[in-house]
């Protein structure tokens, strides 16, 4: 492919002058980079939003009965922290910020394969979000069903189920077109000489998740028409006052949103996957294991949705078959970590703030991986089940796993997204905050879980209280640290220093493009050599 | 130490943390072995100390070895949590049987003489069988102390069984949210040894004392505690989830009646269609569908007591 004589390979992305000005510049941007930062900057506002419900909810369980809202609020509450941080957060996650932003030029190609389509689905995302906290936020009842929406309660609230799975729907299509448009993308366009054995592990990780996004989804589209079914013509699915059955809304539910769970941290584990190189100076340990255990988590992963309803009345063989799978899915886990810790064997390590995040995410991730064996086995579930416990485990992998590998990821590729570098001191106490506080945060529910609290719970009793006041804690010390991240960061990408273009010594193709980015990202489509490859450090 | 729940008061506790135990050592064996394995590397293999990095691409065996060994350790906790779950799902025949009740928001436990309590008497060392139903949504009973857990769903008959092995009151949660008193949906499980048990479930004259009365207005009350009418009616005139019953009788409510609102006086025939068929009048203001029926719990002569009492809230 020639370069087009009139895109200029000296000005950046961010610099760029095209046919609109201002805001229209980016909202109207096919450019995967401002496509990706409008994702980082849509999810951040929402995330923000979520954390200060998350805070709220906090704050009233510091003490038994009523600290600042009714029962009535916290519910709410609990179901719009639920909702926003599941549908808007997790399910884009990290494929549709540094997916779109890295995706094509660690392959090599100037844009995805499909841009316009790339830009609809940011905004087809905008209209899912939009739907969603409308439906949430004016229905004829408070919202208060959970992010779950079990039937039979969801029904019976007033709650809006409709709108809100047709936004859950709509959500899903937007992570659908990213995922087609990604794996058309790694198909097709990956730089000359670039085999699918030397794709780096970022992109195969979004590979993985693709796949799970675009077979996972309509699911969602099965479930919405079936409440419509029930909703407007009384033919009864899900509801027992009409015949039908609450579990079979269950399975639907969790066909896709276990799923949902792995969109999430495979591109969490992708991205580990390409800093711990970097700042080892070595080539990862065990490269095709890991792309084969990327697979596999996305293949059985899709098939261990029922380890949620072990107490709901599943028959016995459904059961400890959804057991085993949730087992099985662990060994892939495992492994990765495994190669992780290898890959700094006898590496040269340079301890930067993107190295921290990326070995505190594999002690966090560790936490909620071997707490997952613990609601794994059926015996120690049955006990477990809907207890405080879960949250912790959940967190721990969802907030943990990912939201370590998103700082990590975005400290990493900071200075080549926003050409400047941000200031590492601050950086790192930001960190060490957070750290500290989210172990002090999420670490007391599992004590609180094994002691037999149950979860969505409003008000608890006396025995519970200690751990629940550390809990609090935990929550102030690690927003604290989140401010001190962001505001680092935010701060950086105006007035940094100016960031060379490969300040890490990395060898994948990101680091060899200008920071930031050209439009275009490359002058010359790159190709890899007999023994190029991603990895290969001397 | 022991970190779960401390009463261990069933037949399935053993086998159950035996669960527990084995999973939770091999996890934290990993844990501390795997995080010392990488802040080690991370000293030793710094680049101030290690300049140059060896450049090493994998090892077959390595990665044969670490696929193996967690393999058979998964496996294992497979078994555990099988062996100790798969007795829970067969309940042995001469079980003690029990119907649970669960409703917004609160259990009633009913036995087959008729008693209906709101704490859950079990006796000793006798298997019990609970049988599980809900009258609106999905409900879970959870008695921690026993190891157990399991939903309570509308339109399905489950079950859920126990021998108890220790005396003592001990806490029971409804661990499936269920709506604004979720947290508030708890009971207790007391277990006395059989002889106890026997007198108080034939002793009629402790059902008669239990039920100590000077008037039907106070046995109104209790029935209406007993169902959990005030979970969501209240007494004083605040709103919850319902109309509040006070001043309610012999005053003018508008409600909805098929779509169309009209006027109606609260009396005795009011109150008992709105206990028998909650959607037909609903009272202005509040949702449809969230009271059920309560046809077959209460009877006429229920009926006739609860009014009583509605009479003297004015």
Known sequence: MQTSSKIPTDVSYLEYKGKHKGLKAWIFSTDHKRIGLLYLYSMMTLFLVGVVLGLAMKFELIAPGKTIMEAKDYNAVFTVHGVIMIFMIVIPGLPAVFGNFMLPIMIGAKDVAFPKLNLLSWWVYIAGAFLVITSVLFGDGSPDTGWTFYAPYSFKTGANMLPAIFGAFVLGFSSILTGLNFIVTMHRMRAPGMTWTKMPLFPWSLYGTAWIQLLATPIVGITLVLVALERIFGIGVFDPALGGDPILYQHLFWIYSHPAVYVMILPAMGAISEIIPTFSQKHIFGYKVLVVSTLAIAFVGYFVWGHHMFTSGMSGTAQYTFSILTFLVAIPSAIKVFNWISTMYKGSINVQTPFYWAASFIFVFLIGGLSGLVVGALATNVYLHDTAFVVGHFHFIVFGGVGFSFFAAIHYWFPKMFGRMYDTTWANIGWLIFTIGFLALYSPMFYLGMQGMPRRYYDYMEEFHAANILSTLGSWVMTLGLIIVIINLFRSAKNGPIAEANPWNGKTLEWTVPSPPPLENFDEIPEYKEHDGPYEYQ | ?314
């Open chain 2, 1 to 314: 130490m022991y970190i779960l729940a401390s009463p261990q008061a069933s037949n399935f506790v053993a086998d159950v943390d035996r669960a527990f135990i084995f999973i939770l050592a091999v996890s934290f064996f990993f844990l501390i072995g795997l995080t010392a394995v990488m802040i080690y590397f991370i000293f030793k293999y710094n680049r101030k100390r290690h300049p140059k990095a060896v450049q090493i691409k994998g090892s077959n065996w390595l990665e044969f070895t670490w696929t193996i060994i967690p393999t058979i350790l998964v496996l294992i906790m497979f078994y555990y949590g099988w062996a100790g779950w798969k007795p829970m799902k067969t309940a042995p025949d001469d079980s003690f049987e029990i119907t649970v009740v669960g409703r917004m928001w609160n259990f009633t436990f009913e036995y087959d003489n008729g008693r209906r309590t709101d704490t859950l008497f079990v006796p000793k060392d006798q298997p019990v069988k609970l049988n599980l139903r809900s009258m609106d949504v999905i409900h879970s009973v959870y008695i921690p102390a026993f190891r157990v857990k399991e939903d309570v769903v509308p339109g399905s008959e489950k079950f859920m069984w126990f021998t108890p092995t220790n005396e003592g009151i001990y806490e029971l949660f409804c661990t499936e949210y269920c709506g604004l008193q979720h947290s508030y949906m708890y009971n207790w499980v007391k277990v006395m040894p059989q002889e106890d048990f026997n007198k108080w479930y034939t002793d009629t004259t402790q059902q008669v004392a239990s039920a100590e009365v000077t008037s039907p207005a106070a046995a109104g009350k209790r029935i209406m505690t007993n169902i959990g009418c005030f979970a969501c009616h209240s007494i004083d005139g605040s709103k919850i989830i319902g109309p509040s019953f006070k001043g309610i009788y012999g005053h003018e409510v508008t409600v909805k009646t098929d779509g169309s609102e009209r006027t109606v006086t609260v009396d005795d025939e009011y109150i008992k269609r709105s206990i028998y068929e909650p959607g037909a009048d609903v009272v202005d203001g509040f949702n449809q569908g969230l009271m059920q029926s309560y046809r077959g719990q209460l009877s006429d002569d229920d009926i006739a007591k609860i009014t009583e009492y509605l009479k003297t809230l004015q």
